[in-house]
C-alpha cells in the first residue's frame, strides 16, 4: 500500500510541476506579446511624428522658395541661363538681388523667421500667434515680399435671425440676397454692352460673393469704432459695384449679399467659408453658364501696404489668395494670373501679387475646387476708402471682360475651324 500512496503522491507532484511549467511558459509569451505591442505602438507613434515634422519642414521649404523665387528679378534667371547656355540671349534686364533679398531669404529658410514680422518669432510657439501663413507665388510690381495678406477675425457681436434654419444660409434669389447684378432679384433683362463689346444677354458668366460680408473700412465708419465691420456699409458694395461694371461691359454676372450673421443661428466666424460653399454651390445648381467666381474681401492690412497712386489718382490695391488645400490649385492660380498680368499692364503697381495659403492657420480652400475659374481677392485694407475700392473694383471689371471677351473670340475662331 505504501508503494501506491508515493506513486499518487509522486504524480500529484508531477500534475503540480507541469501546470507551473504551463503557467511560466504563458507568462513568458504574454510578456514578449505586450513587449511587442508596446514596441510596435512606439515605433509608429515616433513615425507619425517625424513625418508630420518632415511635412511640416517641407512646407516651410517650399513656402520659403516659391517667396524667393518670386521676388527674384526676372533678369537674374536670364542671366544665369547665358552663362550655361551662350547662345541664349535674355531679353530681360539684368538685375542683381539685393542684400536685404538674400538675408531674408536666408533666415527663413534656416529658421522660419521672418524679419520683416516680429510675430513670426513666437508664431511657432503659440497657436494662434501666426497672423498669415500665406507666400508670394507670383510677385507685383513694386510688392514688399515680407508683407502678406492679413486676416483678422471681427469683434461684432451676430444678431440671429429668428426665421433663418440653423446652418444654413439664404438661397440665391431668396430675400433679394443674390441678385443679378447687383439689381433687384428677378431683374433679369438683356445686358447691353459698351466699348464695343457684344451684349451676353440673359447669360450670367460671374457670381460675386462674400464669405466675410460684414468687413468694413475704418474712414467709413463712426469715429471711434473698434472694429472695421459694419452691417450695411460693407465690402457687399464693392460686389455690387464690380458686378455693375461687368454688366456694362455684356458681362451677366449674379452678385451675393448674404449677411451670414444673420442668416445662419449659431453663427460662427470660423466656419465662414463653409456657410459660403453651400451659397457657391446653390448657384451654381440654379444656373449653369456661371463660369466666374469671385469671393471678395477687405484685408487688415493697414493703408500704407494697401494703397496705390497712379496718375495721382489712389487706389485700393489687391491680393489675389490661392488655397494650397485645393489639389487642382495651379488651375486657380492660372485664372488669377491672367487677372493680375492684365491689372499690372493697365495700372501698374495696383496688384499686390498673387499669394498662396497652406492649411497652417487657414481654411486653404477657400471654394476654389468647385470651379478652376474661381479665386479669392483682397480688395484694400481697413484704412483705405470705399470710394478708393469702388475705383479698384472698376478696374477689375475693365480687365475681367476683357479676359472674357478675348477667350470668347478664341472659342468663336476654333468653332469655326
Known amino acids: 500500500m505504501n508503494w501506491l500512496r508515493q506513486t499518487a503522491f509522486a504524480l500529484r507532484q508531477s500534475d503540480r510541476s507541469g ?9 513568458v509569451t504574454g510578456r514578449a506579446f505586450s513587449m511587442m505591442a ?22 516651410q ?21 547665358e552663362m550655361e547656355m551662350p547662345a541664349f540671349q535674355s531679353g530681360l534686364s539684368s538685375d542683381n538681388l539685393t542684400g536685404k ?21 513666437l508664431a511657432g510657439e503659440l497657436p494662434g500667434m501666426a497672423q498669415s501663413d500665406a507666400f508670394l507665388i507670383r510677385k507685383g510690381i513694386g510688392t514688399d515680399t515680407d508683407v502678406g495678406p492679413q486676416d483678422h477675425s471681427p469683434i ?31 431683374d433679369d433683362e438683356e445686358s447691353g454692352g459698351t466699348d464695343g ?49 461687368l454688366e456694362e461691359r455684356g458681362i451677366g454676372s449674379v452678385v451675393s449679399d448674404t449677411d451670414y450673421p444673420t442668416a445662419i443661428n449659431d ?15 446653390e448657384a451654381m445648381a440654379g444656373r449653369d453658364d456661371l463660369t466666374y467666381f469671385f469671393d471678395l474681401h477687405r484685408d487688415s492690412q493697414k493703408r500704407k501696404y494697401t494703397t496705390v497712386d497712379i496718375g495721382g489718382t489712389s487706389y485700393a490695391q489687391v491680393y489675389f489668395i490661392i488655397g494650397h488645400r485645393n489639389p487642382r490649385w495651379k488651375e486657380n492660380e492660372a485664372f488669377a494670373t491672367r487677372i493680375h498680368d492684365a491689372l499690372e499692364k493697365k495700372y501698374p503697381g495696383i496688384s499686390r501679387g498673387i499669394w498662396g495659403k497652406t492649411a497652417a492657420t487657414g481654411n486653404a480652400e477657400y471654394n476654389q475646387s468647385l470651379a478652376s475659374q474661381s479665386v479669392l481677392i483682397e480688395i484694400g485694407g ?36
Open 19 to 27: 501546470e507551473t511549467e504551463r503557467l511560466r511558459e504563458m507568462l
Open 61 to 81: 521649404s517650399m513656402a520659403s522658395m516659391k517667396g524667393f523665387a518670386a521676388s527674384v528679378p526676372g533678369g537674374l534667371f536670364g542671366d544665369m541661363l
Open 197 to 245: 463689346e457684344p451684349a451676353a444677354g440673359n447669360k450670367k458668366v460671374a457670381f460675386i460673393y462674400h464669405s466675410h460680408n460684414r468687413e468694413s473700412w475704418f474712414p467709413e465708419l463712426d469715429p471711434g469704432a473698434k472694429d472695421a465691420s459694419s452691417s450695411t456699409k460693407n465690402i457687399t458694395l464693392v460686389g455690387k459695384r464690380l458686378a455693375a461694371g
Open 267 to 281: 453663427y460662427r466666424w470660423e466656419l465662414s467659408y463653409k456657410y459660403s460653399m453651400k451659397t457657391v454651390k
Open 101 to 121: 533679398e538674400i538675408g531674408v531669404f536666408l533666415m527663413r529658410t534656416l529658421t522660419g523667421i521672418n524679419p520683416g514680422s516680429p510675430t513670426s518669432l
Open 382 to 417: 481697413v484704412e483705405n476708402t470705399l470710394e478708393e475700392s469702388y475705383r479698384t473694383a472698376d478696374a477689375l471689371a475693365e480687365v475681367i471682360s476683357s479676359i472674357y471677351w478675348e477667350a470668347e473670340e478664341v472659342a468663336g475662331k476654333e468653332g469655326k475651324q
Open 38 to 59: 508596446i514596441g510596435s505602438s512606439l515605433f509608429f507613434m515616433i513615425l507619425g511624428v517625424a513625418v508630420m515634422l518632415y511635412q511640416q519642414t517641407s512646407s
Open 156 to 186: 461684432y457681436e451676430p444678431t440671429p435671425d429668428p426665421g433663418a434654419q440653423e446652418g444654413e444660409g439664404a438661397a440665391p434669389g431668396e430675400g433679394g440676397k443674390d441678385q443679378p447684378g447687383g439689381a433687384e432679384a428677378g
